[in-house]
DNA sequence: CTGAAAGCGCTTACAG
DNA sequence: CTGAAAGCGCTTACAG
């Protein structure tokens, strides 16, 4: 009776259960479920009568009533990095599109330091079915929540994150990228080789640092010797003006490096630009290579060679990894994807200056 | 008896409920729940005890359950636009963060062309406390499913989109920006003008040639005769290529305007290049304007003058604007908020070349 | 602190 | 097709 006055005093609230919609109808609580439920032996003028009357009234059924029964939520949550690089926005957006179209829903949050256990602890009191992890957490942020996942053989997946034993992860072979940029700059015959925004001290880049060494010392070249950074001289506070600023150290420096790595695509077009400042030409004088080929690549003047990341192909091995644990017995071993990264030639690269 | 046996056969199963979950800490049912709940009236031990058992086990209540019992979600549907510009992952992620920290978490989803009644229908099933719409749906999508949230009273906010009758609406003020900028130019001795990308063919872009058109009016300047486009010889595709076709187109045209106003910063960017390779230069044959004053902004050398859309602004009215509506009574009349662009003067905006 | 009970809105199996 | 019932996991008011 509560329900009935509500209804009638207010004809433009809306309808809370199945058992209003039912009496508004003029059908049977279980017969309406049973169409909402696409079940079959129904009369099609009853399935007709009730979904006009959906939409009329714009009745949604309580979703947490039906999850509460067990069903699966179809449902996953996606944790990404606070700081949203493009990369990254493309990583979610890809992957929103591939669950969807696979009859998933997302639930995106934003982990900022020291929310990544409450944020999984919501997730999994929404009992999604998976949770994936996009961006690269430099403090070991995710690490605590992630074992708990591993440990209960909950499905998810991690990329681009590494260095997270036992979890199911999907990572791009940044050794390789570097690797390739230098037999590439090799190729054109530089020999001295200055890295920009890629530090030893960073735990995230030591990949790239092992990639370059491996490549060079394939080309008969001593890292210790052939590659110089300024980085430490340096605040990084804003990628662009981080690039300019060292690249016009660079510059001021006697024996400088003919090419340089930049540790990404806005740091290069900084450098670049930091460059093209202090009187050097881009390629004429100076090689710069980016990373992630974003969009921004085709900004400067020349346009700036790149390494991407092949997301498509990340994403869809991600996709590929969540679904083969949901509703699966758990995998023996976790599973381990590398991606590998393609280099993109533009015109900010050019034969070693003699 | 089953509950048991799958808790004993397998121990890395997660507990389910809140009766597993009681039966393994040995306290009732009811005095787990007040603990959790943080209710008064426990003894220390017990809190303590049960705490310990959470972090061990990594229990998460159900929180299909407790919604179920009528409680407001504490969850926000956000409905962006699938075309993820600069702009709107920002407007999204200052969203989500502002919200977050007043309790409220996010579930975002892209909005495809022909899905936003069934988002739509999916937030309101998992019953969120209100909606946001982030970016601008030229295809009118959003309407339909908008119209059923004015018409019950649902919390809801659109952000960027107009034309909407009594949504709840925050938008930039467009026809302002056009005319600052007109106004910029006109007082640099720019007397003749370019739109690239802002057509009256797009219903979206009806207010910045509003803003146009006033501004010049207000200099004693008739539109009909010193604004010029070019844009329905070019397809625009990509938004860089496409502002450098234009541009190029321009560039060969007599009596060619001396400054220009972009639909967005990377056509505006593409301009610039297109400019600069037809043997011009930026600023001193022909001015640029770009619009949104992104990142991207301080790539091109020289920098590029833009407009900027105050994000932060835009998205705290729209937070106002939610809490405002949840758990309260239904305002009388739609709430709308209009935020004032700023202009940010770069250097691809300089005096007209005589 | 315990324990039994009610109720949130749904689905489903059952008898009619 | 109807109608009554059980059960999902939680919270809360109640008697002990």
Known sequence: MKRELSTKSNPKARLRS?????????????????????????????IEKVERALRETGFAPNAHARLLRGEHSHTIGVCVKDFLTPPIVRKMALLQQAMRSR?????????????SESVIQHFLSLRVDGIAFIGYYDQGEPEVGLA???????????????????????????SRAMEMAIDYLVGLGH?????????????????RITGVRRGLQRHGLDPAVVVTSRDQYHPRIEDYAFGAA?????????????????????????????FVESGLQVPDSVSVVGFNNQDVCRMPNPE???????IEAT????????????????????????IEPVLVVR???GPAAR
């Open 304 to 310: 700036l060679t790149s390494i991407d990341q092949q």
């Open 246 to 274: 060292v690249a016009r150290d660079f510059a001021a420096l006697p024996g400088r490096p003919t090419a340089y790595l930049a540790l990404n695509d806005d740091i290069a077009i900084g450098a670049m630009h930091g």
């Open 103 to 115: 009859g998933f829903s997302c639930i995106i949050e934003m982990l900022e330091p020291g929310t």
């Open 18 to 46: 199945t058992a209003e919609f039912a009496r508004h109808v003029g059908l049977a609580r279980s017969t309406v479920s049973r169409v909402l439920n696409r079940q079959p032996g129904l009369r099609a003028g009853t």
């Open 191 to 207: 020999r001295r080789f200055g890295l920009i925004g890629i530090s030893q001290r960073m735990l995230g880049e030591f990949d």
């Open 347 to 349: 015109g900010s690269t």
């Open 315 to 338: 994403v869809s091995s991600a996709v590929d990894i969540l679904l083969s644990q949901i509703g699966k017995p758990r995998p023996a071993a976790p599973i381990i994807r590398t």
């Open 148 to 174: 708990g996942l591993v440990h209960f053989g909950t499905p998810h997946v991690v990329m681009d994150q590494f260095g997270v034993p036992d979890a199911n992860t999907v990572t791009l072979d940044r």
